[in-house]
């Protein structure tokens, strides 16, 4: 019986909060001068301190292709293949948390236009972003991922730290994640690099190869031309004092 109390009392909590969005987006120049239970609600989602346990599932969860990316790219002779996979994977993950952007400016019409468009400007910047990653050498594109993700915590700090913005538990759930992403984008970067240093003394070693047996080869073809100019050198004085 509690159980379903508790229940419907979740569910008529997330209909007031829709029908409260749609009154604000209904007459986004009114303001409400009175607590409505819409308001409380609302306010009571913003105030969670603990982050719901769906979102800490999916959450963690979306770390394993980062680590199994990060390990894989670590013990195989050749990586290309995994950090490819974690290339494309953070690309798609570094879209997700500009949508984040785009979430809040709508979630709040009653913000200065200027700052719900800082919002929906930046919410766009992290798919280029991965965009133009995922189209670079896996090397150079788990670079850029590894910056992009360090510089969207840092600038999702500042926006996000104000108070009623998002729930507190957004920024504490961030942090891990994104230590997660940095992790496997970063360790996948130096498996490429690794790969690349020893594919480039590779070709290093074999044109040196090549080039000293170019030389050896060269040598021996004047070695062969002085002996035949010796040769044709000898035969002609036999000749000269066969003549005499």
């Not at 993700?149 to 730290?161: L, P, S």
């Not at 970063?186 to 074999?206: F, P």
């Not at 030389?215 to 000749?239: C, I, W």
Request: aromatic content about 10%.
């Amino acid at each position: 019986m509690n159980t379903s109390a508790r229940t419907l009392k979740q569910t008529t909590s997330i209909w007031r909060m829709q029908r409260a969005a749609q009154c604000r987006f209904r007459a986004p120049n009114r303001e409400s001068t009175t607590n409505t239970p819409e308001d409380s609600a609302l306010r009571e989602v913003l105030n969670q301190t603990r982050p719901p346990d769906i979102v800490q599932y999916l959450g963690y969860g979306g770390t394993i292709p980062f680590l199994t990316g990060a390990l894989a790219t670590t013990l195989t002779s050749d990586p290309t293949y995994f950090a490819r996979a974690t290339q494309l994977y953070g690309s798609s993950i570094l879209s997700f948390l500009g949508a984040v952007h785009w979430g809040v400016a709508l979630r709040f019409p009653h913000s200065s236009s200027f700052a719900r468009n800082v919002d929906f400007v930046y919410g766009v910047t992290p798919s280029l972003l991965g965009w133009t990653a995922s189209l670079m050498q896996p090397a150079e594109g788990l670079a850029l991922l590894t910056a992009s993700f360090a510089g969207a915590y840092a600038y999702d700090t500042v926006r996000f730290g104000v108070p009623g913005s998002t729930p507190p538990w957004y920024l504490r759930l961030r942090g891990p994640l994104t230590l997660a992403a940095l992790g496997g984008c970063g360790i996948s970067y130096l498996a490429m690099q690794r790969k690349n240093a020893k594919d480039a003394s590779v070709v290093v070693e074999e044109v040196l190869v090549v080039s000293n047996a170019g030389s050896a080869t060269a040598s021996l073809a004047q070695n062969t031309v002085e002996v035949e100019e010796k040769s044709g050198a000898e035969q002609e004085t036999m000749t000269s004092s066969d003549t005499a």
